[in-house]
Protein backbone atom coordinates (compact mmCIF):
# COMPACT_ATOMS: atom_id res chain seq x y z
CA UNK A 1 0.00 0.00 0.00
CA UNK A 2 1.39 3.70 -0.94
CA UNK A 3 2.08 5.46 1.63
CA UNK A 4 2.55 8.50 -0.56
CA UNK A 5 0.74 11.45 -0.32
CA UNK A 6 -1.15 10.41 2.74
CA UNK A 7 -1.81 13.08 5.02
CA UNK A 8 -1.92 11.18 8.49
CA UNK A 9 1.40 8.90 7.28
CA UNK A 10 3.74 10.01 9.95
CA UNK A 11 6.62 9.39 7.04
CA UNK A 12 4.99 11.81 4.97
CA UNK A 13 7.08 14.89 3.14
CA UNK A 14 7.47 18.37 5.46
CA UNK A 15 4.16 19.97 4.86
CA UNK A 16 4.89 23.39 2.83
CA UNK A 17 5.12 26.51 5.32
CA UNK A 18 1.66 27.53 5.86
CA UNK A 19 3.22 31.67 5.45
CA UNK A 20 4.60 30.28 1.72
CA UNK A 21 7.72 30.25 0.03
CA UNK A 22 9.20 33.33 -0.72
CA UNK A 23 9.56 34.60 -4.63
CA UNK A 24 13.12 33.10 -6.06
CA UNK A 25 13.70 36.92 -7.09
CA UNK A 26 13.23 37.96 -3.51
CA UNK A 27 15.45 38.41 -0.55
CA UNK A 28 15.39 34.84 1.09
CA UNK A 29 15.09 36.67 4.46
CA UNK A 30 11.23 35.98 4.97
CA UNK A 31 9.65 39.83 5.37
CA UNK A 32 7.02 39.73 7.57
CA UNK A 33 3.64 41.76 6.42
CA UNK A 34 2.68 42.44 10.04
CA UNK A 35 4.92 45.11 12.39
CA UNK A 36 4.51 42.84 14.89
CA UNK A 37 4.80 39.12 13.30
CA UNK A 38 3.40 36.36 15.51
CA UNK A 39 6.21 33.23 16.88
CA UNK A 40 7.68 31.42 14.41
CA UNK A 41 6.33 28.06 13.62
CA UNK A 42 9.51 25.56 15.25
CA UNK A 43 8.64 23.20 12.28
CA UNK A 44 9.05 25.49 9.51
CA UNK A 45 12.63 24.66 7.37
CA UNK A 46 15.26 26.72 8.17
CA UNK A 47 16.75 29.33 5.84
CA UNK A 48 20.48 28.99 5.94
CA UNK A 49 20.97 32.29 3.98
CA UNK A 50 18.80 33.96 7.04
CA UNK A 51 21.01 35.73 9.57
CA UNK A 52 20.60 34.11 13.09
CA UNK A 53 18.05 35.55 15.47
CA UNK A 54 20.17 36.28 18.65
CA UNK A 55 16.24 36.31 20.75
CA UNK A 56 15.25 32.75 19.74
CA UNK A 57 11.35 32.56 20.09
CA UNK A 58 11.24 30.83 23.50
CA UNK A 59 13.14 33.71 24.90
CA UNK A 60 10.61 36.17 24.28
CA UNK A 61 7.98 36.53 27.00
CA UNK A 62 4.60 35.48 26.20
CA UNK A 63 2.60 38.15 24.15
CA UNK A 64 5.66 40.38 23.43
CA UNK A 65 6.36 39.91 20.46
CA UNK A 66 8.15 42.64 18.69
CA UNK A 67 6.57 45.30 20.99
CA UNK A 68 7.33 47.01 24.52
CA UNK A 69 11.23 47.28 23.51
CA UNK A 70 11.72 43.50 23.23
CA UNK A 71 12.68 43.12 19.43
CA UNK A 72 10.94 40.84 16.78
CA UNK A 73 11.58 37.71 15.94
CA UNK A 74 14.19 37.10 13.26
CA UNK A 75 15.42 41.01 13.17
CA UNK A 76 19.10 41.62 14.53
CA UNK A 77 18.87 44.37 17.75
CA UNK A 78 20.14 47.34 17.21
CA UNK A 79 23.62 48.25 18.70
CA UNK A 80 24.00 49.92 22.41
CA UNK A 81 23.42 53.49 21.91
CA UNK A 82 25.28 56.12 24.56
CA UNK A 83 24.11 56.64 28.50
CA UNK A 84 20.86 58.61 28.53
CA UNK A 85 23.28 61.98 30.24
CA UNK A 86 26.39 62.09 29.42
CA UNK A 87 28.99 63.37 32.02
CA UNK A 88 29.98 66.93 31.93
CA UNK A 89 33.37 67.36 30.35
CA UNK A 90 36.45 68.25 31.89
CA UNK A 91 38.08 71.68 31.91
CA UNK A 92 40.64 70.56 28.98
CA UNK A 93 40.10 67.65 25.92
CA UNK A 94 37.20 66.70 23.70
CA UNK A 95 34.04 68.84 23.66
CA UNK A 96 35.76 71.81 25.29
CA UNK A 97 33.13 74.31 23.36
CA UNK A 98 30.93 74.36 25.83
CA UNK A 99 32.10 73.30 28.76
CA UNK A 100 35.19 75.59 28.81
CA UNK A 101 32.33 77.97 28.40
CA UNK A 102 30.59 77.03 31.63
CA UNK A 103 34.09 77.25 33.52
CA UNK A 104 34.29 80.33 32.51
CA UNK A 105 31.46 81.76 33.52
CA UNK A 106 32.36 79.62 36.98
CA UNK A 107 35.28 81.71 37.11
CA UNK A 108 33.87 84.72 36.49
CA UNK A 109 31.32 83.54 39.80
CA UNK A 110 34.60 83.02 41.68
CA UNK A 111 35.71 86.30 41.20
CA UNK A 112 32.84 88.50 41.90
CA UNK A 113 32.35 86.38 44.57
CA UNK A 114 36.18 87.48 46.34
CA UNK A 115 36.16 91.17 45.12
CA UNK A 116 32.34 91.07 46.25
CA UNK A 117 33.82 89.44 50.05
CA UNK A 118 36.82 92.23 49.77
CA UNK A 119 34.30 95.13 49.30
CA UNK A 120 32.37 94.00 52.44
CA UNK A 121 35.85 93.53 54.36
CA UNK A 122 36.87 97.42 53.44
CA UNK A 123 33.26 98.91 53.94
CA UNK A 124 32.69 98.95 50.03
CA UNK A 125 29.09 98.91 50.39
CA UNK A 126 28.29 100.63 53.49
CA UNK A 127 25.83 103.29 52.68
CA UNK A 128 27.69 105.40 56.11
CA UNK A 129 29.20 108.59 54.24
CA UNK A 130 32.62 109.55 55.87
CA UNK A 131 32.61 111.75 58.45
CA UNK A 132 33.66 115.82 57.81
CA UNK A 133 36.02 116.53 60.93
CA UNK A 134 37.08 119.63 58.98
CA UNK A 135 40.62 119.68 60.20
CA UNK A 136 39.83 118.79 63.97
CA UNK A 137 42.18 116.61 65.79
CA UNK A 138 41.56 114.67 69.59
CA UNK A 139 43.61 116.42 72.66
CA UNK A 140 43.60 114.34 75.77
CA UNK A 141 43.75 117.80 77.66
CA UNK A 142 40.88 120.54 76.43
CA UNK A 143 42.22 122.99 79.29
CA UNK A 144 45.27 123.46 77.72
CA UNK A 145 44.14 124.30 74.31
CA UNK A 146 40.90 126.36 75.55
CA UNK A 147 41.81 130.04 75.35
CA UNK A 148 41.22 131.99 78.72
CA UNK A 149 42.66 135.61 77.73
CA UNK A 150 39.05 137.19 76.80
CA UNK A 151 38.29 135.65 81.25
CA UNK A 152 41.43 137.22 82.12
CA UNK A 153 40.65 140.83 80.85
CA UNK A 154 37.61 140.69 82.52
CA UNK A 155 39.10 140.20 85.80
CA UNK A 156 38.59 136.06 86.46
CA UNK A 157 41.17 134.11 87.15
CA UNK A 158 41.52 130.34 87.77
CA UNK A 159 40.80 129.36 91.44
CA UNK A 160 43.03 127.97 93.30
CA UNK A 161 42.54 124.06 93.66
CA UNK A 162 41.45 123.07 97.45
CA UNK A 163 43.41 119.60 97.85
CA UNK A 164 45.87 117.37 96.45
CA UNK A 165 43.44 114.48 95.39
CA UNK A 166 42.85 115.06 91.13
CA UNK A 167 38.97 115.64 92.04
CA UNK A 168 40.19 118.86 93.55
CA UNK A 169 42.14 119.48 90.69
CA UNK A 170 41.08 122.96 88.97
CA UNK A 171 41.05 123.34 85.88
CA UNK A 172 39.80 119.23 85.40
CA UNK A 173 40.15 117.41 82.39
CA UNK A 174 39.17 114.47 80.93
CA UNK A 175 38.44 112.57 77.35
CA UNK A 176 37.99 110.11 75.60
CA UNK A 177 38.38 108.36 72.14
CA UNK A 178 35.80 105.49 71.15
CA UNK A 179 34.41 103.72 67.91
CA UNK A 180 31.68 106.21 67.33
CA UNK A 181 33.33 109.12 68.64
CA UNK A 182 35.97 111.25 70.49
CA UNK A 183 35.02 113.27 73.09
CA UNK A 184 37.07 116.42 75.15
CA UNK A 185 35.98 118.42 78.15
CA UNK A 186 37.40 121.27 80.33
CA UNK A 187 35.82 122.27 83.74
CA UNK A 188 37.28 125.78 85.17
CA UNK A 189 35.98 127.19 88.31
CA UNK A 190 36.73 130.98 88.33
CA UNK A 191 36.87 133.96 91.05
CA UNK A 192 37.21 137.30 90.59
CA UNK A 193 39.94 139.67 91.58
CA UNK A 194 39.85 141.46 94.96
CA UNK A 195 36.45 139.41 95.43
CA UNK A 196 35.44 139.73 98.94
CA UNK A 197 35.67 136.51 101.09
CA UNK A 198 32.34 137.72 103.21
CA UNK A 199 30.00 136.94 100.02
CA UNK A 200 29.10 133.90 98.44
CA UNK A 201 30.13 133.62 94.77
CA UNK A 202 30.28 130.70 92.05
CA UNK A 203 31.45 130.80 88.91
CA UNK A 204 32.18 127.95 86.51
CA UNK A 205 33.12 127.49 82.68
CA UNK A 206 32.14 124.02 80.87
CA UNK A 207 33.57 123.22 77.87
CA UNK A 208 32.75 120.03 75.82
CA UNK A 209 34.17 119.42 72.33
CA UNK A 210 33.05 115.76 70.66
CA UNK A 211 34.62 114.62 67.39
CA UNK A 212 31.59 112.77 65.39
CA UNK A 213 33.18 109.90 63.77
CA UNK A 214 29.73 107.70 62.72
CA UNK A 215 26.73 109.87 62.64
CA UNK A 216 26.55 113.80 61.09
CA UNK A 217 25.28 115.89 64.01
CA UNK A 218 23.96 118.20 61.16
CA UNK A 219 20.30 117.15 61.33
CA UNK A 220 19.56 117.60 64.95
CA UNK A 221 22.00 120.19 65.75
CA UNK A 222 20.03 123.58 65.84
CA UNK A 223 16.76 121.90 67.02
CA UNK A 224 18.79 120.86 70.28
CA UNK A 225 19.04 124.11 70.95
CA UNK A 226 15.71 125.61 70.11
CA UNK A 227 14.43 123.44 71.90
CA UNK A 228 15.59 125.47 74.91
CA UNK A 229 12.63 128.11 73.92
CA UNK A 230 9.69 125.14 74.22
CA UNK A 231 10.56 124.19 77.70
CA UNK A 232 7.57 125.01 79.61
CA UNK A 233 8.97 125.85 82.94
CA UNK A 234 9.18 128.93 85.63
CA UNK A 235 13.10 130.00 83.43
CA UNK A 236 12.91 131.14 80.21
CA UNK A 237 15.37 131.11 77.89
CA UNK A 238 16.22 133.25 74.21
CA UNK A 239 18.06 131.31 71.21
CA UNK A 240 20.05 133.37 68.34
CA UNK A 241 22.25 132.63 65.77
CA UNK A 242 25.66 133.35 65.70
CA UNK A 243 27.25 133.91 62.25
CA UNK A 244 31.01 133.84 61.90
CA UNK A 245 31.43 130.61 63.91
CA UNK A 246 32.23 127.26 62.47
CA UNK A 247 29.33 126.11 60.03
CA UNK A 248 26.64 127.30 62.43
CA UNK A 249 26.63 128.36 66.10
CA UNK A 250 24.07 129.20 68.76
CA UNK A 251 23.59 131.37 71.52
CA UNK A 252 21.38 130.12 74.61
CA UNK A 253 20.51 133.32 77.04
CA UNK A 254 18.76 132.15 80.45
CA UNK A 255 16.31 135.32 80.79
CA UNK A 256 16.53 137.53 84.28
CA UNK A 257 14.20 136.33 86.85
CA UNK A 258 14.51 139.88 88.24
CA UNK A 259 15.70 138.55 91.25
CA UNK A 260 16.96 141.57 93.91
CA UNK A 261 18.77 139.11 96.16
CA UNK A 262 20.98 137.51 94.16
CA UNK A 263 23.25 138.35 90.68
CA UNK A 264 23.31 134.57 88.43
CA UNK A 265 23.73 134.42 84.96
CA UNK A 266 23.50 131.28 82.92
CA UNK A 267 24.52 131.46 78.92
CA UNK A 268 25.70 128.46 76.12
CA UNK A 269 27.54 128.58 72.94
CA UNK A 270 26.72 126.13 70.76
CA UNK A 271 29.24 125.26 67.86
CA UNK A 272 28.93 123.04 64.56
CA UNK A 273 31.60 122.85 62.13
CA UNK A 274 31.52 119.74 59.76
CA UNK A 275 31.02 116.79 62.09
CA UNK A 276 32.76 118.66 64.78
CA UNK A 277 30.53 119.96 68.02
CA UNK A 278 31.71 122.62 70.22
CA UNK A 279 30.01 123.58 73.42
CA UNK A 280 31.04 126.57 75.85
CA UNK A 281 28.73 127.00 79.19
CA UNK A 282 28.76 129.78 81.25
CA UNK A 283 27.50 129.67 85.06
CA UNK A 284 27.72 132.33 87.86
CA UNK A 285 26.20 133.24 90.79
CA UNK A 286 27.08 135.74 93.57
CA UNK A 287 24.88 136.79 96.64
CA UNK A 288 23.42 140.28 96.91
CA UNK A 289 25.58 141.12 99.99
CA UNK A 290 28.86 140.81 97.71
CA UNK A 291 30.50 144.36 96.19
CA UNK A 292 31.71 142.50 93.29
CA UNK A 293 29.87 143.47 89.62
CA UNK A 294 28.98 140.87 87.74
CA UNK A 295 29.33 140.81 84.05
CA UNK A 296 25.79 140.97 82.14
CA UNK A 297 24.64 138.46 79.91
CA UNK A 298 25.91 140.56 76.93
CA UNK A 299 28.99 140.87 77.98
CA UNK A 300 29.59 136.92 78.92
CA UNK A 301 28.15 136.43 75.48
CA UNK A 302 31.51 138.12 73.87
CA UNK A 303 33.68 136.36 76.35
CA UNK A 304 32.49 133.18 75.02
CA UNK A 305 32.17 133.73 71.18
CA UNK A 306 35.75 135.33 71.54
CA UNK A 307 37.30 132.38 73.49
CA UNK A 308 35.39 129.72 71.68
CA UNK A 309 36.90 131.12 68.44
CA UNK A 310 40.79 131.04 69.54
CA UNK A 311 40.55 127.46 71.27
CA UNK A 312 38.54 126.09 67.86
CA UNK A 313 41.78 127.71 66.27
CA UNK A 314 44.07 125.31 68.24
CA UNK A 315 42.25 122.55 67.87
CA UNK A 316 42.53 122.11 64.42
CA UNK A 317 46.27 122.20 63.35
CA UNK A 318 45.32 121.62 59.77
CA UNK A 319 41.83 122.27 57.65
Keep these: MSISGEHDNPYAQPQPNPFGQAPASQNPVPTPQNPVPTQQNPYAPQNPHAPENPYPPQAIPPGLTGGYGYPAPGVPAPPAGPPAVAPIAAPSGAGRGTSGWLWAVGGVVAASAIWASLLFATGGFSSEPSPD ?6 TSDL ?23 SKDDNPQHSGAQLKSLDTMTCNISFEQDGASTSAYSSTWLYNTATLHKQTDPTP ?13 TSVGYKVEAVPGIGDEAY ?10 TSSSSYVILGVRDGWMTYQSTWSSYASSSGSDKQPTATEVATMLKTSATETLRRLRPVR
Excluded at 251 to 260: A, E, N, P
Design 251 to 260: LVTRRDDGSS
Design 133 to 138: LAGYAY
Design 143 to 165: CADTAMTPFEDAHYKTKASTGTA
Design 220 to 232: EFADGYRSYEKQD
